[in-house]
């Protein structure tokens, strides 16, 4: 490609070789340095005049200086009449700071985007950013790559079962990721939960029971046009249930025991069911449950409706990070786990309620509240949580797919919760960037319900850790961020990166 400049970053040289060599050029050259002081020092060592620049760099362990050696680079090239400056970052950094976490929280995410275009950039191309939305923070255009493709490619290529297999998310932020590679390999996808909010040495069927004794429901009688109010807290072994009249005498309950009014002497009827249909009323009541019997007509129409609990959510104990079983001593602590003192009522209010408080940034909206990339501060070491399987995995390989894999604590609870609790064959966790803070590769690799890593290049992984890994697989994105800058420098179309081919 004639006018065309590609320069490598110190956080992925490797990956810029690979690059430039399926383009058949080399890397253009440049002096990265460090003063004593820890400044970055750049000096381009080729002309840049008139030509389309190219600057690959990607996230590291140092990640602010690699950022700020970017900055440089790209100012550098800017001072030199380059005519286009590409940035190409595999790995966004600060891609999960892309919006406000408390009242007093910074979007570092767009800060670093509009560093870039001060810097110069006039184009952006990137891999599976953490949150889509982050492509509006610039003023210029972004390509935002997609490693899925890529992933399941390598799926049907290497997996045996694989038409069989279930895709799982590990939270529930990650399910749209999650449901569109299910969507392109065909398969069954399932979710891995786990609550945070749940009251101290609370299980679902005590919340569920303690809240069926202190409601009283009021419900209309569509037969006697009555509102009968069902207390589900007997005080003689036996329901009782009181009836009054409604309000309004022209109000009359339609087939789902729902008030309407009366229109012209008759009942207004929904559109998609014409018929109301009668429910007849119950003289004994379950204290778990109320179950509202239909009539021939509805049984017609072959819906059958039971109190069952469905089979494929399986509920888990994940007391330090790990499953348990039922009849596990539970730890001291709790989620509500603080010292309350005497004399702060407050506080002995917020802790003695049924349920945790929760916390919501930004004026009581939910939005802006912790979301998936920080679930491993919902698992304290020292608290039991309850983990939530929604799907069916048994006997199954699962794939448990996220964006990233920065912490193993979330992934191993995950595993754990498909073998041990849901019956799976085979585990294999797969991610976009393998960043593997601390020792979380190490962790990953000692777990025995993990059986395969699977992640790409787009962040450097050290050699000897990548060596001490056998359940580790890296994917090559060379091909397709090269492909990327080719349709980038002649003016193509992107879209087939974003295609799945089917191979023969």
């Not at 109000?251 to 018929?275: F, W």
Request: contains cysteine.
């Amino acid at each position: 490609m004639r006018g065309t400049l590609i320069f490598s970053g110190t956080s992925c040289p490797s990956l810029t070789k690979q690059i430039c060599s399926n383009l058949g050029m080399a890397p253009a050259e440049a002096e990265l340095t460090q003063f004593s002081n820890g400044e970055t020092s750049v000096r381009i060592l080729t002309s840049v005049r008139e030509k389309d620049v190219f600057v690959v760099q990607s996230g590291s362990p140092k990640i602010n200086d690699t950022i700020m050696e970017l900055l440089i680079m790209i100012s550098a090239c800017k001072g030199g009449s380059a005519s286009k400056i590409t940035a190409v970052l595999p790995y966004f950094p600060y891609s999960r700071q892309s919006k406000k976490k408390s009242h007093r929280g910074a979007i570092t995410a767009r800060m670093l985007a509009n560093l870039l275009g001060v810097a110069g950039v006039k184009h952006v191309v990137t891999v599976d950013l953490h949150a889509s939305q982050m492509q509006g923070f610039f003023k210029c255009p972004v390509d935002n790559l997609h490693a899925e493709p890529l992933i399941a490619r390598w799926i049907r290529h290497n997996v045996p079962d694989w038409r069989e297999a279930v895709v799982v998310s590990k939270n529930a932020g990650g399910t749209k990721r999650v449901t569109s590679l299910a969507d392109a390999l065909k398969l069954n996808f399932g979710m891995v939960t786990t609550d945070k909010k749940r009251g101290p040495n609370m299980t679902a069927s005590m919340i569920m029971n303690h809240l069926d004794g202190i409601e009283r429901q009021p419900k209309l009688d569509p037969i006697s046009n009555q509102v009968r109010t069902i207390s589900t807290e007997p005080e003689n072994g036996t329901p009782e249930a009181t009836t009054t009249q409604p309000q309004d005498p022209r109000t009359v309950a339609d087939e789902q025991g729902s008030p309407r009014p009366v229109v012209n002497g008759t009942r207004s009827r929904s559109a998609s069911n014409p018929k109301p249909v009668p429910i007849r009323s119950q003289t004994a009541l379950s204290q778990s449950s109320v179950i509202d019997e239909v009539d021939e007509e509805a049984e017609g129409d072959g819906l059958e409706y039971n109190d069952q609990r469905a089979h494929e959510v399986i509920h888990g104990r994940l007391v330090q990070g790990h499953i348990v079983p039922d009849d596990f001593v539970s730890p001291a602590e709790s989620v509500a786990d603080t010292e309350i003192p005497d004399e702060d009522p407050m506080v002995m209010s917020h802790a003695s309620s049924f349920f945790a408080p929760q916390s919501h940034a930004l004026g009581g909206s939910g939005d802006a509240e912790a979301s998936s990339d920080e679930e491993e501060e919902i698992l304290k070491p020292k608290v039991e949580h309850m983990i939530t399987l929604v799907g069916d995995v048994k006997d199954r390989s699962v794939f448990i797919v996220d964006d990233m894999i920065d912490k193993p604590g979330s992934w191993i609870a995950a595993a754990e919760t498909v073998r041990k609790r849901g019956g799976a064959k085979k585990v294999y966790c797969i991610a976009t960037h393998g960043v593997f803070g601390g020792d979380c590769l190490e962790q990953m690799q000692d777990c025995d319900c993990i059986d395969t890593i699977v992640v790409t290049n787009s962040y450097p992984i050290p050699e000897d850790k990548a060596r001490r890994a056998s359940k580790l697989v890296v994917l090559d994105l060379s091909f397709l961020l090269a492909e990327a800058i080719r349709r980038n420098h002649y003016g193509e179309s992107m879209s087939p990166l974003f295609q799945h081919v089917l191979d023969s």
